[in-house]
């Protein structure tokens, strides 16, 4: 009897000590994924599941020199917890080699899973299983993946290099008893081995056919939860970056749409576990410096009306040019495919003046008067064609470039209450820590390293 009611005691401890602690971690990163994207994405989509957390905590993304972050700083601030310079994965500001809290986790037995719509050796994910001086080192970054030993890779490409880097790199895992398969053949994984899902997360928007990054998500955590494990699972949607980088907002769009979809699918599984996960959403950086002036001027269908990116734009511009199709066709023949009809007489001396420069192939860069117009290292017809769509829409772009614009980090789930202000890109993953209990975990790993 005794006996009985001290086990009965040990439980009831046990029990007290997890009620309200997760065993489910959805850490998941909009790359380039600033406050204006998530604005105009709001009124597009008024409900969105964005919407389904409670408001957003403002995070500071500055590197540790307080000047404006690539993904490669902010991305170790968000997988280890430090401050460190441009181009550092996973590295202090000294160069030496912090490590992660996905590592950690991996020590204690948590399952651990790593995804992204863009090169998995790229900086946001890297930064979690390698280390590295530099970004660019990316076949080094590439070798780390294997030893890592994580639960599950969702590869979309690998950045930087050649088609045999993948062969090899499917070699690697093979050889790390890894179970890999293609895309489409996602659903022949079996819980219990360490998974690799190669051939895109992306895709929708590259290659049909292919599943999305909702689905590789769902699936990975119900292949990392089977047997009763806990996991980490960073989930990256990668090229909304790339969208606004280019000033294409129809494209971050979708890029949002997608990750917004793999946001619901991380919900799903959280309704079927309430009281055992937490979700985290944020971005590693501003990109674009989107400004959104005039919500009332905003197109809800803008996106759809949209046919070609920038680089498709600027292929069109470009085989128009050596078709000799006139000046005004080519500006209205791009127009349209961005659904832009009427174009109106300043429009017109815009576009104009945009052709012209085309036309002549005057660098943009070199001739002081025309690099003013902040064409970058764009084609200046194709930004125009964009710029004017926008102007319509009631918003514009700011800059190619990153801007240091606090960006909005979304929780949900037990222990989501360690997430208030202020809040800094490099707290998250202690915050984390704090609600799994180990408020410390990451920063005794690291202390030497920091010293
Ligand atoms: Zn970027």
Redesign the pocket.
């Known amino acids: 009897m005794k006996k009985s009611l001290l086990i009965l005691m040990l439980l009831l401890c046990v029990f007290l000590l997890h009620a309200g602690t997760p065993k489910y971690v959805f850490l998941m990163i909009g790359?380039?994924m600033g406050p204006g994207t998530v604005q105009i994405y709001n009124q597009l989509f008024p409900n969105n599941n964005l919407k389904k957390f409670a408001a957003p905590v403002l995070t500071g993304t500055n590197n540790v020199f307080g000047k404006t972050t690539?993904?490669a700083a902010s991305g170790t601030a968000l997988a280890c917890g430090i401050k460190t310079y441009n181009k550092a994965i996973a590295m202090t500001k000294n160069k030496k080699p912090v490590t992660s809290l996905a590592k950690l986790l991996k020590k204690q037995q948590w399952k651990v899973g790593i995804i992204s719509t863009v090169g998995i050796n790229d900086a946001t994910p890297s930064t979690h299983y390698a280390n590295s001086n530099s970004r660019g080192e990316v076949a080094a970054i590439t070798s780390a993946i294997a030893p890592s030993n994580f639960d599950f890779f969702g590869i979309s490409t690998l950045k930087g290099l050649p088609d045999s880097a993948m062969v090899k790199l499917k070699k690697d895992l093979l050889k790390n008893k890894y179970q890999v398969v293609d895309g489409k053949n996602m659903n022949t994984l079996k819980p219990g081995n360490k998974n690799v899902v190669i051939s895109g997360t992306n895709v929708p928007l590259l290659k049909p056919g292919s599943p999305r990054l909702c689905d590789v998500t769902a699936k990975a955590a119900e292949l990392l939860s089977a047997g009763n494990s806990r996991f980490f699972l960073m989930v990256e949607g990668g090229a909304i970056?790339s969208g606004n980088?280019a000033n294409d907002a129809g494209r971050a769009i979708k890029e949002m749409i997608e990750f917004d979809a793999a946001v619901g699918a991380a919900l799903r599984f959280a309704a079927a576990h309430p009281e055992e996960t937490l979700i985290i959403i944020t971005a590693d950086h501003d990109?674009g410096g989107l400004t959104f002036k005039e919500p009332s001027k905003l197109d809800s269908k803008f996106h759809l009306k949209q046919k070609l990116f920038l680089a498709g734009l600027t292929s069109l511009a470009v085989k128009l040019k050596a078709a000799k199709v006139p000046a005004g066709e080519i500006i209205k023949k791009l127009a349209a495919q961005l659904g832009i009809e009427n174009i109106t007489a300043d429009e017109q001396k815009r576009l104009d003046y945009a052709c012209e420069l085309f036309l002549s192939g005057k660098s943009t860069k070199t001739d002081k008067f025309t690099a003013s117009m902040g064409y970058g290292r764009y084609n200046p017809l194709a930004v125009e064609i964009f710029r004017t769509r926008d102007r319509r829409n009631g918003f514009f772009y700011t800059t190619f470039g990153?801007t240091n614009a606090k960006v909005t980090t979304f929780t949900k789930g037990p222990g989501s209450e360690n997430f208030k202000a202020p809040l800094e890109n490099s707290d998250i993953p202690h915050r984390i820590a704090a609600a799994l209990g180990m408020p410390e975990l990451l920063k005794k790993a690291n202390e030497n390293a920091v010293r």
Do not use: E
């Open positions: 790359d380039g690539d993904s970056d980088h990109t990153h």
